[in-house]
């Protein structure tokens, strides 16, 4: 059993930065690929980055990708989302998201266990 706790959000102006943490529990954090995912009101879950679990290979979507940056740290338990250059279009509820699997995994269907969430808001 995992449990995450993303944190780091809040509200920003467009061309802002902000940094998302997301905190597991239990010592087995090094064998999970972790992902952030993002949901906008009325709209459905989408896929934002993915890190393997060694961190050796990401994936981005083609919104984010040269502006957000995943990276973990396997000895803190803590999976993190850079987001630099953020737009209104990047307003949503960031959530993490972690896969028993070790690659990259982009469909959140794959993923076993989810956080809370944590929300992103940027001002025009």
């Known amino acids: 059993q995992v449990q995450l706790v993303e944190s780091g959000g809040g509200l920003v102006q467009a061309g802002g930065s902000l940094r998302l943490s997301c905190a597991a529990s239990?010592?087995?954090?090094?064998?999970?690929?972790m992902g952030w995912f993002r949901q906008a009101p009325g709209k459905e879950r989408e896929f934002v980055a993915a890190i393997s679990w060694s961190g050796g290979s990401t994936a981005y979507a083609d919104s984010v990708k040269g502006r957000f940056t995943i990276s973990r740290d396997n000895a803190k338990n803590t999976a993190y989302l850079q987001m630099n250059s953020l737009k209104p279009e990047d307003t949503a509820v960031y959530y993490c998201?972690?896969?028993?699997?070790?690659?990259?995994?982009?469909?959140?269907?794959?993923?076993?266990?989810w956080g809370q969430g944590t929300q992103v808001t940027v001002s025009s």
């Open positions: 998201a972690a896969d028993r699997s070790r690659g990259v995994v982009v469909t959140p269907g794959m993923y076993d266990y």
């Open positions: 239990g010592r087995t954090f090094s064998s999970y690929a």
